[in-house]
């Protein structure tokens, strides 16, 4: 295992997980990467950890460059364990080095998860020198969590982003210019739409202060740096995060004896004729982390259910659960679905979708058993006429 010179005496020294496909909830099909980074000068200074099980991996990439216990100091830009979980390996290893970390929610975090220490509380603005070079600290609370910061080293203009601008990836290429940017673009989107979506203001506050900065290189905690394309993720971040999705509409469901899917075919074909570009998630196939970046950028949502006693299909009240979480709002939403005699379900997943702050642009649409021709066809002119309402 090596270290990768990422700029002249800055390397990478993270890990490759290429069999994580479950980070609590969030599936993530291309594994992930966690990103560490060491600096060369006066002051060896490591940025962030790897996440525990990858200590060794990490470790040796250190020692390709340099004995680990010349590590002089330790930024810690967030507490969550994917980063953090390394930090007890390397500290037995250098336990004089001084370590960093932003305000109370640092400190008190690595206090709580590793024990007291003699943590160096930063706040924004504050600076450290390495030698030649020079680290400044920018907090951004609740991105996505209220101890995260990000690191900048002016002379390099380098931006130590964390988990902004990350992605869910495990590649050997450490760069936008080695790997396949469409790949990389939905993967960072997949990455804000399920991290980052209810958090869109500390987003906006975030970029006003990175807009300030020349940046040459952006290192996040997960996946590729961003080198050639930086104004495309920062315009991505920026598009995400003013919460204004196009005009496209997503129709997620679950059927028991394909009542309910037929409606959702319905559904999806009467958008499709009415110049609405539309995608249809059967969660029965779809995992709902996979359908979260299309609500990111989608104006209509449409939810379907049949009653199974008195209640949701687990995996439509398990998607609505979720969803709720990230808050998206700012939506227009409507439940349908068949049932037998109760017929619960719509107004459940009205409750829910309210819960999400969508407005509610047509009734919940239901259908006794099984629909005919003509409960379909009616189905389309609800949604020709909504359509032609909703400005
Ligand atoms: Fe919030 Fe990548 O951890």
Redesign the pocket.
Known sequence: MKAIEIVKNIYWVGALDFQLRN?HGYRTGRG?T?NAYLIIDEKVTLIDTVKAPFAEEMLERIASVLPPSSIDQMIIN?V????SGSFPAIRRLCPNAQVFTSGSFGVNGLSAHYGSDNYISVKSGDTISLGVRSLTFLSTPML??PD?MITYCPEEQLLFS??AF?QHLATTERFDTETELSVAMAEAKKYYAN?LMCYGTQVRTALDAVAKLPIKLIAP??GILWRNHISDILKAYNRFSLNEPDRYAVVVYDSMWESTARMAVTITESFYQNGVPTVCYDLKYNHYSEIIPAVLTSRYLAVGSPTLNSQLLPSVAGFLSYLKGLTPGNREAFAFGSYGWGGQSITLIEQELEACRFHLCLRGIKIQYVPKKEQLAEITSLISEMLRSVK
Not at 80 to 83: I, L, N, V
């Open positions: 980070f992930s966690y967030h969550e364990m994917d980063h996505h969590w995260n964390n988990d990350g991290i905690s997960h």
